[in-house]
């Protein structure tokens, strides 16, 4: 018991950070499983945090209610967004949803309401570990059953082939839609609880980094299974601090390590890390059929 | 009105006229074929009724619907399926699978009682992998449940494809070339399915180039040259019908310098 004690007080902030990033990561898996290659679920989680922090600082709102604010914001924003930009495919809407991720950042630098470039500070620090991995207990939960649901199927469908899927009934482009606010809203849920841990947002929390990181997190867990992005995102939130206990001072070449993992997960386990698990399971149910 | 209506459709794709007053009637519960030489505008002609594209003027109805006014997931809505001549199967899932996402418009799937695990969901979900494994079944399939569609050989895909548009609930299906790439005896195997298929009521709208395939199965047959209709009739007047024969065999007593 001591030791857990001890152990979380060092790493308790990489234990939230896993927690933050792999919820990011699932917000964009919403849209990923539908073949939607969106780099703005960064830039939603800032509007999510910022909105978030704001109600909470200027506006005294209790927790919960900032959180639902910039879930809220979050979600209308990528409504707003969505509707023009989802008429584009791969690495357009790529293009397009990181230009929207430009234009965030440079608001939240502009902008006095956000606090400028120094970012907004003294936001109340209430966020606790348990309630985040509540939520993303919670998050991950709603997506397995998602890919149950009516929705889930036709968003896979889609990512299959989307002239077919329209065939079978499936509305392509209301659900397109759909999943973009879906992940919008979780990616926003996610920068509330951010901005709400460490006391402050700025605008370099969420830029064009974070945008490649979560995809990173994704390819490297796997996109086809719920675990697979959380995996992704412990494994690449966790090495920098492994890799110090094991003394090796991981900064200056982390984004070099961070691409080599994605490189190797990419040549030899293409549907991610989760597919291993995935592979156990269903050579099993063909062992017992 | 349950007959499908094709009144004076024209689609051009820049100056390339594909389709130029087309009109006929296709009866409820029969098969009816849509022959022509290639580049006919067959396939042009069912993604206009499947509302994957839209025509440049002229109607289509089907049981009070308008199609030229429907996106393709809403002619799927109304009970029409379809299949593709370059089969479009998702390659990434099971067969099972890919019948299951053609469920999409005859389920519920509701998120809800999903997130609560009520028994009404596990009931729906069971009730529909029944019903999915009922179609493998009958394209016979059944032993192929859990392959990717992918490893499938060229015919089990064709006959996969034909699965999953069923598992609409179709009242009309329209197939591209269904039997293309196909062994005779499992051309005669599709050929008894669509039959079946047609005494239950459903109506069958098809392409084909199989010419013993089409004649044999079909009870009327439309002709497709340079996207005009040449003809519409039985397969015996079709046969006999003189532009046919110079469409597909080009034209006698002309000399050929």
């Known amino acids: 018991m001591e030791h857990l004690l001890q152990f979380y007080a060092i790493y308790g902030s990489v234990i939230n950070f896993i927690g933050i990033n792999a919820l990011l990561a699932l917000s964009l898996n919403v849209t990923l499983s539908a073949g939607m290659l969106s780099l703005g679920n960064a830039a939603f989680a800032a509007v999510g945090g910022y909105t978030a922090g704001i109600l909470s600082l200027r506006f005294g709102f209790p927790y919960v209610a900032s959180l639902a604010g910039g879930t809220c914001a979050a979600g209308l924003v990528g409504l707003v967004i969505g509707l023009p930009v989802l008429r584009l495919k791969g690495v357009f809407l790529a293009m397009a949803t990181l230009a929207f991720g430009e234009v965030v950042r440079l608001a939240a630098v502009n902008l006095d309401v956000t606090g400028g470039a120094e970012g907004l500070t003294g936001i109340p620090n209430v966020t606790t570990t348990w309630m985040i991995y509540l939520v993303l207990a919670a998050a991950a939960y709603f997506i397995a059953m998602l890919r149950r649901s009516r929705l889930g199927w036709g968003l896979v469908s889609m990512r299959e082939d989307e002239t077919a899927a329209s065939s079978l009934g499936i509305p392509v482009t209301y659900y397109k839609a759909v999943a973009f606010v879906i992940g919008a809203m979780l990616a926003g849920l996610a920068g509330g609880m951010y901005a709400h841990l460490n006391y402050l947002i700025t605008p370099r929390d969420y830029g064009f980094f974070i945008a490649v990181d979560l995809l990173i997190y994704n390819i490297v867990g796997g996109t086809n299974i719920w675990y697979g992005p959380i995996l992704g995102a412990a494994l690449l939130t966790a090495l920098p601090e492994v890799l110090r206990g094991a003394g090796v001072t991981a900064g200056p070449i982390r984004m070099g390590i961070n691409g080599l993992i994605l490189l190797l997960v990419i040549l030899f386990l293409p549907n991610g890390l989760a597919s291993l698990f995935a592979r156990r399971r269903s050579s099993a149910v063909k062992a017992g059929a | ?257």
């Open chain 2, 1 to 257: 009105m349950n007959r499908l209506l094709v009144e004076n459709v024209s689609r051009h794709f820049g100056g390339v006229q594909a389709l130029e007053d087309v009109s006929f009637i296709v009866e409820p519960g029969t098969i009816h074929g849509l022959i022509g030489p290639n580049g006919a505008g067959k396939t042009t002609l069912i993604n206009i009724l499947s509302g994957l594209l839209s025509p440049s003027s002229g109607r289509m109805n089907y049981r009070n619907h308008d199609l030229h006014r429907l996106a393709a997931h809403q002619v799927a809505a109304i009970g029409i399926a379809r299949t593709f001549q370059n089969i479009r199967l998702f390659p990434h899932m099971s067969c099972l699978e890919n019948v299951q996402a053609g469920q999409h418009v005859t389920s519920r799937r509701s998120l809800l009682p999903r997130l609560f695990h009520l028994p009404s969901a596990r009931r729906e979900d069971r009730d529909l992998c029944e019903r999915a494994m009922a179609m493998l079944a009958r394209v016979g399939l059944d032993d192929k449940v859990s392959y990717q569609s992918r490893n499938l050989s060229y015919g089990e895909r064709r006959r996969l494809e034909i699965a999953r548009a069923l598992s609409l609930n179709p009242s009309l299906l329209l197939l591209d070339e269904p039997v293309a790439g196909m062994r005779q005896g499992e051309a005669m195997v599709v050929a008894d399915l669509l039959r079946s298929l047609c005494r239950e009521g459903m109506t069958i709208l098809l392409i084909e180039h199989n010419m013993s395939f089409v004649m044999s199965l079909c009870s009327r047959i439309t002709v497709l040259d340079f996207g005009r209709v040449l003809t519409t009739g039985t397969p015996a007047e079709v046969r006999a019908c003189r532009e046919v024969i110079e469409a597909y065999l080009g034209t006698t007593g002309e000399p050929h310098a």
